[in-house]
């Protein structure tokens, strides 16, 4: 049975930074794309990013420059570095696996359980 189990998300004061934690297991993600999306309320699922197999990133235009991922293959775990926070990154964080970049949109076959990140202004 997959499972993605985030970690590292909180309370946080405008400016700081955090830093999210998903581990996998079931099966090996080494060969394949990992990521964030996030989920506000009211709102739909957003992408964050994704560390790609071969290690290349992709990032959402509202976390560029302030969100860096990344991954160790041997602990099957990827990492969302959150820096510069803002109010309105505030959200449900959740892990994806297997991803896949479909005409311009991401898709993934496994998902984690969400962790919640709030940014108090």
């Known amino acids: 049975q997959v499972q993605l189990v985030e970690s590292g998300g909180g309370l946080v004061q405008a400016g700081g930074s955090l830093r999210l934690s998903c581990a996998g297991s079931?099966?090996?993600?080494?060969?394949?794309?990992m990521g964030w999306f996030r989920q506000a309320p009211g709102k739909g699922r957003e992408f964050v990013a994704v560390?790609?197999?071969?290690?290349?990133?992709d990032y959402g235009d509202s976390v560029k420059g302030r969100f860096t991922i990344s991954r160790v293959n041997a602990k099957n775990t990827v990492y969302l570095q959150m820096d510069s926070l803002k109010p309105e990154d505030t959200a449900v964080y959740y892990c994806?696996?297997?991803?896949?970049?479909?005409?311009?949109?991401?898709?993934?076959?496994?998902w984690g359980q969400g962790t919640q990140v709030t940014v108090s202004a």
């Open positions: 994806a696996a297997d991803m896949r970049l479909y005409s311009g949109n991401y898709r993934a076959q496994y």
């Open positions: 079931g099966r090996t993600f080494s060969g394949y794309g």
């Open positions: 560390i790609w197999s071969g290690g290349s990133t």
